[in-house]
Protein backbone atom coordinates (compact mmCIF):
# COMPACT_ATOMS: atom_id res chain seq x y z
CA UNK A 1 0.00 0.00 0.00
CA UNK A 2 1.59 3.11 -1.41
CA UNK A 3 1.56 6.39 1.03
CA UNK A 4 2.89 9.58 0.73
CA UNK A 5 3.48 11.18 3.79
CA UNK A 6 4.11 15.23 4.33
CA UNK A 7 6.46 17.31 6.75
CA UNK A 8 8.22 20.92 7.19
CA UNK A 9 4.85 22.90 7.52
CA UNK A 10 4.43 25.55 10.40
CA UNK A 11 4.21 29.17 10.80
CA UNK A 12 6.55 31.47 10.05
CA UNK A 13 6.67 35.24 9.27
CA UNK A 14 6.77 37.02 5.72
CA UNK A 15 9.77 36.86 4.25
CA UNK A 16 10.78 33.86 5.78
CA UNK A 17 11.46 30.40 4.22
CA UNK A 18 10.19 26.64 5.23
CA UNK A 19 11.11 23.71 2.93
CA UNK A 20 8.57 20.77 2.81
CA UNK A 21 9.11 17.14 2.36
CA UNK A 22 6.85 14.21 1.12
CA UNK A 23 8.32 10.06 1.21
CA UNK A 24 6.62 7.71 -0.80
CA UNK A 25 6.63 4.19 0.76
CA UNK A 26 4.91 0.89 0.20
CA UNK A 27 5.35 -1.22 -2.84
CA UNK A 28 6.89 1.33 -5.09
CA UNK A 29 8.71 0.44 -8.58
CA UNK A 30 8.90 4.04 -9.68
CA UNK A 31 7.90 7.34 -9.49
CA UNK A 32 7.16 9.58 -12.58
CA UNK A 33 5.84 13.12 -11.99
CA UNK A 34 5.59 14.40 -8.55
CA UNK A 35 3.40 17.48 -7.26
CA UNK A 36 3.10 19.88 -5.12
CA UNK A 37 -0.81 21.43 -4.55
CA UNK A 38 -2.16 24.05 -1.83
CA UNK A 39 -5.50 25.12 -0.96
CA UNK A 40 -6.30 27.94 0.84
CA UNK A 41 -10.02 28.64 2.75
CA UNK A 42 -12.40 28.71 0.88
CA UNK A 43 -10.59 28.57 -2.65
CA UNK A 44 -9.76 25.30 -4.62
CA UNK A 45 -6.74 23.05 -4.79
CA UNK A 46 -4.06 24.70 -7.19
CA UNK A 47 -1.05 23.25 -8.77
CA UNK A 48 1.89 24.81 -6.98
CA UNK A 49 4.77 22.96 -8.70
CA UNK A 50 5.53 19.78 -10.15
CA UNK A 51 8.77 17.65 -11.16
CA UNK A 52 8.64 15.05 -14.32
CA UNK A 53 11.89 13.74 -14.73
CA UNK A 54 14.01 16.62 -13.90
CA UNK A 55 12.09 18.97 -15.24
CA UNK A 56 10.20 21.28 -12.76
CA UNK A 57 7.59 24.01 -13.38
CA UNK A 58 5.55 26.40 -11.45
CA UNK A 59 2.74 28.42 -11.25
CA UNK A 60 3.53 32.48 -11.95
CA UNK A 61 2.85 33.30 -8.39
CA UNK A 62 5.79 31.04 -6.96
CA UNK A 63 7.94 31.86 -9.64
CA UNK A 64 11.52 32.51 -8.09
CA UNK A 65 10.77 31.87 -4.53
CA UNK A 66 9.77 28.21 -4.63
CA UNK A 67 12.44 25.18 -5.59
CA UNK A 68 10.62 22.14 -6.48
CA UNK A 69 13.21 19.17 -6.46
CA UNK A 70 13.63 15.08 -5.58
CA UNK A 71 15.74 12.56 -4.28
CA UNK A 72 14.87 9.35 -5.91
CA UNK A 73 16.72 7.44 -3.87
CA UNK A 74 14.59 8.09 -0.77
CA UNK A 75 11.38 8.95 -2.93
CA UNK A 76 11.76 11.98 -2.10
CA UNK A 77 10.23 15.64 -3.08
CA UNK A 78 11.06 18.50 -1.78
CA UNK A 79 9.34 21.99 -1.79
CA UNK A 80 12.24 24.89 -0.71
CA UNK A 81 9.81 27.84 0.04
CA UNK A 82 11.69 31.26 -0.05
CA UNK A 83 10.25 34.79 0.82
CA UNK A 84 6.76 33.77 1.71
CA UNK A 85 3.77 35.54 1.50
CA UNK A 86 0.51 36.14 3.64
CA UNK A 87 -1.36 34.62 0.60
CA UNK A 88 1.20 31.67 0.39
CA UNK A 89 -1.23 30.69 3.65
CA UNK A 90 -2.22 27.06 3.05
CA UNK A 91 -2.50 23.64 3.50
CA UNK A 92 0.05 22.08 1.28
CA UNK A 93 -0.36 18.51 -0.39
CA UNK A 94 2.18 16.43 -2.04
CA UNK A 95 1.10 14.60 -5.25
CA UNK A 96 2.94 11.75 -7.37
CA UNK A 97 2.37 9.47 -10.21
CA UNK A 98 3.63 5.99 -9.02
CA UNK A 99 4.08 3.02 -10.78
CA UNK A 100 3.52 0.21 -8.66
CA UNK A 101 5.44 -3.55 -8.73
CA UNK A 102 2.41 -5.22 -9.88
CA UNK A 103 2.63 -3.16 -13.34
CA UNK A 104 0.23 -0.83 -12.68
CA UNK A 105 0.11 3.09 -12.59
CA UNK A 106 -1.75 5.25 -9.44
CA UNK A 107 -1.83 8.48 -8.37
CA UNK A 108 -1.70 9.68 -4.92
CA UNK A 109 -2.23 12.63 -2.65
CA UNK A 110 -0.79 12.83 0.94
CA UNK A 111 -2.91 14.13 3.76
CA UNK A 112 -1.16 17.62 3.27
CA UNK A 113 0.55 20.00 5.78
CA UNK A 114 -0.68 23.58 6.81
CA UNK A 115 1.52 26.04 5.98
CA UNK A 116 0.86 29.55 7.66
CA UNK A 117 2.87 33.00 6.81
CA UNK A 118 1.88 35.65 9.53
CA UNK A 119 3.39 38.31 11.62
Known amino acids: QVQLVESGGGLVQPGGSLRLSCTASGGIFSINALGWYRQAPGKQRELVAA??????TYTDSVKGRFTISRDDAKNTVYLQMNSLKPEDTAVYYC??????????????WGRGTQVTVSA
Open 95 to 108: NADIMVRTGARYNY
Open 51 to 56: ITGRTP
